[in-house]
């Protein structure tokens, strides 16, 4: 969809499909892309609609950073909700319940080519319910990124739970370049480039939908070609001392088949079986298990991690 809009717009106008419109919602995330440079880019979050008919007006939670000229781009980030219910590039839908290190997404597919771009993330329990589980951290790699590594770790405390479980914090919602100190950021950095590493852009931004909470916490990524050619990477602090992860604009890394558990190319089935301490507790605790989000929700009540994947 294109869109024109000024900095500091607290809504926008659009031209959208009955098709389209239906498969938006309050709390739907989009990416703003500027038309002439890829490089100036945004996501928002849509807080209510209004008008009729094909123009609408979407009002959003929080305003717009950039300024975007006629013919920018706004595009809807495709929604897997529930971790650790994914629906991967493949279109398959299905549940992690073995917790590991995974790796995510892999570029290109085959394991006989060094990875360009690959993603990791390590999936377990949040140490309170033993069924459900929450991306403890995540680390990016390969020649994209110079085969350098990065690493981004949630925001923990002293007892597992909600953000503020415990009595003291014992990890900050941070980024790691290879082996540097980790980086920890404030309110006053959003907006921020942090990193650059080879094809790798990092900014830190606060989300002001969330107020003074942690969640308010994401490192947006660009990744690949630069301007048009980028895919788009969102990592932020869940409200269980765990991430989440958003990722749209697979296809413009030009493959058609991508690796890993949120790839082209399937995966064991393995995965899928529940282990035994939640086997154990699910026939008398089935609140241990995460329950499907139902349309309308506002992302402020989600409990675990998310996935998100899309080729657009």
Request: with cysteine.
């Amino acid at each position: 969809m294109a869109f024109a809009s000024d900095a500091g717009a607290t809504a926008l106008l659009i031209s959208i499909s009955a098709e389209t419109l239906a498969s938006l919602m309050v709390g739907s995330r989009l990416t703003l892309t500027h038309v002439d440079d890829g490089e100036i880019w945004e996501v928002i979050t849509i807080a209510g609609f209004g008008g009729a008919g094909s123009v609408r007006t979407i009002s959003l939670m929080s305003p717009t950073q950039f300024a975007y000229p006629a013919g920018s781009f706004l595009e809807l980030v495709a929604d897997v909700k529930d971790d650790p219910h994914v629906c991967a590039l493949s279109g398959e839908c299905y549940d992690i319940r073995e917790p590991s290190m995974y790796a995510l997404l892999r570029v290109p597919s085959g394991e006989q080519e060094p990875p360009v771009f690959e993603l990791s993330a390590d999936l377990d329990t949040d140490g309170v319910r033993p069924c459900g589980l929450y991306v403890k951290n995540i680390t990016l790699g390969g020649s994209w990124l110079d085969d350098q590594v990065v690493r981004i770790r949630s925001h923990t405390r002293d007892v597992g739970g909600s953000n503020v479980a415990g009595s003291r914090a014992l990890t900050n919602f941070s980024l790691q370049l290879g082996d540097s100190p980790w980086m920890s950021f404030v309110r006053e950095d959003s907006g921020q480039q942090v990193a650059e590493v080879g094809h790798l852009a990092v900014r830190f931004v606060w989300r002001e939908q969330y107020g003074q909470n942690l969640e308010a916490k994401s490192l947006e990524f660009t990744v690949g070609g630069g301007r048009n050619q980028s895919a788009r990477l969102t990592i932020s602090q869940a409200s269980h001392q765990a991430l989440n992860l958003e990722m749209w604009g697979m296809g413009r890394l030009g493959y058609s088949r991508i690796g890993g558990m949120l790839g082209t190319d399937g995966h064991l089935d393995s995965i899928e079986r529940p282990t035994l301490a939640c086997r154990a507790a699910a026939p008398s605790s089935n609140h241990d298990v995460p329950q499907r989000q139902q349309p309308g929700t506002p992302r402020e009540l989600e409990t675990a991690s998310t996935l998100k994947v899309s080729w657009d």
